[in-house]
T-cell receptor, first 113, second 110 residues
Framework: GAGVSQSPSNKVTEKGKDVELRCDPI?????LYWYRQSLGQGLEFLIY????????KSGLPSDRFSAERTGGSVSTLTIQRTQQEDSAVYLC???????????FGSGTRLTVV | GENVEQHPSTLSVQEGDSAVIKCTYS??????FPWYKQELGKGPQLIID?????GEKKDQRIAVTLNKTAKHFSLHITETQPEDSAVYFC?????????FGPGTRLSVLP
């Protein structure tokens, strides 16, 4: 597609439930990143994928967070047993490779009630 | 690891005035510094960038300067317009990743 697509755009979930957030990167972009943006805060790195290499998971805040990227394209970020502190905007970005600029999606706003 | 600081956190200017946002970084190995603009409800968008072999870069009303010795870089917006109102993030490339500053909320008052 023309840009990075994220779905859903908004998600409200009850505390303790699992959620899946989807990112569809720009076609041909080999690198894909997930960031978290809490209200009024900066961008917190979570994880990135580059081609077929093992992902860099160093930013994941806990073992409740996981992500996968199937076929080198679409990625899913899963948060298990959601907590209220997980409420944030989750941004996905892709780039041609690790050395190129990011193109961000519009994000998924997650609210845990 | 890399740490990027950004000031001010909020900035209000009158339409037509200039706005300056400053960032510092900690790792001298960082060599690429992009700036992103984030409008309400949207993802950040790249507006300008600078590489470490250049001291200044300009694109119409926006410019970025880099001082490698002091490890700081700045965004300058001249003749500000209401549509410049947004949150601006600086970033530094570090390892295989970008480290972002905490953001500056710019408000351009008519």
């Amino acid at each position: 597609g023309a840009g990075v697509s994220q779905s859903p755009s908004n998600k409200v979930t009850e505390k303790g439930k699992d959620v899946e957030l989807r990112c569809d990167p720009i076609s041909g972009h080999t690198a894909l990143y997930w960031y978290r943006q809490s209200l009024g805060q900066g961008l917190e790195f979570l994880i990135y994928f580059q081609g077929n290499s093992a992902p860099d998971k160093s930013g994941l805040p806990s073992d409740r967070f996981s992500a996968e990227r199937t076929g080198g394209s679409v990625s899913t970020l899963t948060i298990q047993r959601t907590q209220q502190e997980d409420s944030a905007v989750y941004l996905c970005a892709s780039s041609l490779n690790l050395l190129m600029d990011y193109t961000f999606g519009s994000g998924t706003r997650l609210t845990v009630v | 690891g890399e740490n990027v600081e950004q000031h001010p956190s909020t900035l209000s200017v009158q339409e037509g005035d200039s706005a300056v946002i400053k960032c510092t970084y900690s790792d001298s190995a960082s060599n690429y510094f992009p700036w992103y603009k984030q409008e309400l409800g949207k993802g950040p968008q790249l507006i300008i960038d600078i590489r470490s072999n250049v001291g200044e870069k300009k694109d119409q009303r926006i410019a970025v300067t880099l001082n490698k010795t002091a490890k700081h870089f700045s965004l300058h917006i001249t003749e500000t317009q209401p549509e410049d109102s947004a949150v601006y993030f600086c970033a530094a490339r570090w390892s295989q990743n970008f480290v972002f500053g905490p953001g500056t909320r710019l408000s351009v008052l008519p």
